[in-house]
Nanobody, 119 residues
Framework: QVQLVESGGGSVQAGGSLRLSCAVSGSIFSDYVGWYRQAPGKQRELLATSTLGGEWYAEAVKGRFTISRDSANTKAYLQMNNLEPDDTGVYSC???????????????WGQGTQVTVSS
């Protein structure tokens, strides 16, 4: 069974840092991994992607957030530095994954992890 599970969220003061992780079971990360954020009262926003073409960042997080993967491609990370109150929201990871059991590929989402940044 393919699953994505985020962790690492929490409450920090402005200027602080957090490192989010996204662990995959039943597959490994391949061509696409993305991190999204849904702020209170806002639509879900794509923040960062890791693809065969490289890394991409939304303008709001450029220079502050970094997306990465571990060497085994079983975990994806989002390093968040110099956090701001506007960074508050639910962060979730998204990936297109091939199931180990039969090789079938689908789009998967994690359950999300809460990040709260206070001033």
């Amino acid at each position: 069974q393919v699953q994505l599970v985020e962790s690492g969220g929490g409450s920090v003061q402005a200027g602080g840092s957090l490192r989010l992780s996204c662990a995959v079971s039943g597959s490994i990360f391949s061509d696409y991994v993305g991190w999204y954020r849904q702020a209170p009262g806002k639509q879900r926003e794509l923040l960062a992607t890791s693809t065969l073409g490289g890394e991409w960042y939304a303008e709001a997080v450029k220079g502050r957030f970094t997306i990465s993967r571990d060497s085994a491609n079983t975990k994806a990370y989002l390093q968040m530095n110099n956090l701001e109150p506007d960074d508050t929201g639910v962060y979730s990871c998204n990936a297109n994954l091939a199931r180990m059991s039969d090789g079938r590929r689908n789009n998967y989402w994690g359950q999300g992890t809460q990040v709260t940044v206070s001033s």
